[in-house]
């Protein structure tokens, strides 16, 4: 059988969908739970634009599959959007200059809001991350500020 009925917990809420074998877990947030927050970019695991927290880590969403993600807890930009972070996230990005096209932010956010609750180093949100726009100073500078670091200023 091609298609599967899968359950997960996203952002704190139980949802029950079917999903095709092959779709990511990307492609089924935007689709089937209409959460588009999560963007697809690269479609190889090299961008970082799709990272979602997946059991309390960041993973790149294109790379897993939905059936993947069955039974398994998921975090998304707009669960953020819920817990406070993302203002503090977001702002602190504004005021840095770390941000440009936004095309990228949206993993940017989470991979920066996992890591602020201690979850990675700045060097870990880095690694993960390509952004073509700003040129990483902000982007540094922003991880100081919402860490408790320096910050201020590029």
């Known amino acids: 059988m091609n298609v599967r009925t899968i359950t997960m917990r996203v952002n704190g809420l139980t949802r029950t969908e079917d999903a095709w074998h092959h779709t990511t877990l990307a492609e089924h947030l ?21 990272v979602v927290l997946l059991d309390g880590e960041p993973v790149c969403s294109c790379l897993v599959l939905a059936v993947q993600a ?3 807890e998921v975090g998304t ?15 602190t990005l504004v005021e840095e200059h770390g941000l440009q096209c936004g095309f990228c ?3 940017l ?8 609750a201690g979850g990675g180093s700045e060097a870990d949100v880095l ?13 540094r500078a922003a991880l100081r500020g919402i ?8």
């Open 30 to 50: 935007r689709t089937a739970l209409r959460l588009t927050g999560t963007h697809v970019g690269c479609g190889t695991g090299d961008c970082g634009a799709c």
């Open 70 to 72: 069955d039974g398994r």
């Open 77 to 91: 930009v707009e669960g953020i959007a819920g817990s406070g972070d993302l203002a503090r996230v977001q702002r």
């Open 105 to 107: 932010t949206p993993g």
């Open 109 to 116: 956010v989470v991979r920066m809001a996992h890591a602020a």
């Open 127 to 139: 690694a993960g991350h390509l952004c073509r726009c700003t040129g990483y100073d902000g982007i």
């Open 147 to 154: 860490s408790g670091g320096s910050g201020g200023g590029r």
